[in-house]
């Protein structure tokens, strides 16, 4: 990653493997077209699928700037050849369930629901979901109820801990935020 990537724009989870080999590839050619790599994922789908998910800095991402990427990689990936066999390329933006791979998602989703799975267990769970209340000090603070506890409370979860996080979707607050308007309670 550039040098001039702040530690928010810095992607906290990096893939493996083959996975990892192809995001090497794509991800300075997103920067050089002003998009940010969000997850690579490679699957079996249809006979071998790339998947690369993008969006620019701002969060978004139309049809014809997926087509842009496409057009971009398909000849880095021939020349580089990252993965074995006939494979489809799918460019796609994040959607509504978005993974969460950079603090400043987290910071911009504040107030929404996330589910987010650590890579080791902090007081015998890996796995938790609640709603984003801030980041700070290189951690999430989550809001979430526990067994036992009558009022929800709020935790930190290092980044350098997440393997993976993402949006739950919820139409009533994410049609307020494209209105401006907050959901009735």
């Known amino acids: 990653m550039p040098s001039s990537a702040t530690p928010e724009d810095r992607r906290f989870t ?15 050619m997103l920067e050089e077209l002003g998009f940010r790599l969000v997850r690579v994922k490679v699957s079996a789908r249809d006979g071998g699928t790339v998947q690369i998910m993008a969006e620019r800095p701002s969060g978004e991402m139309t049809v014809d700037d997926c087509a842009i990427i496409s057009r971009r990689l398909s000849p880095v990936f021939e020349a580089h050849d990252p993965m074995p066999g006939h ?13 969460l791979v ?3 998602d987290f910071a911009l989703w504040t107030g929404h629901t996330a589910k987010i799975e650590l890579k080791e267990a902090v007081d015998g769970r890996k796995r938790f979901k609640g ?9 999430v603070h989550l809001k979430i109820e526990l067994d036992g506890q009558a009022e929800p409370i709020i935790i930190g979860l290092p980044f350098s801990l997440i393997s993976e996080a993402k949006l739950v979707p919820d139409p009533d607050s994410f049609r307020a935020d494209l209105t401006g308007s907050k959901p009735a309670n």
């Open 14 to 28: 990096r893939e493996t493997g083959q996975e990892r080999v192809i995001a090497d590839l794509a991800e300075p």
């Open 131 to 139: 709603t984003i209340e801030d980041v700070a000090d290189e951690e």
């Open 102 to 104: 950079r603090p400043s």
């Open 87 to 99: 494979y489809y390329l799918e460019v796609s933006s994040p959607g509504i369930d978005r993974p």
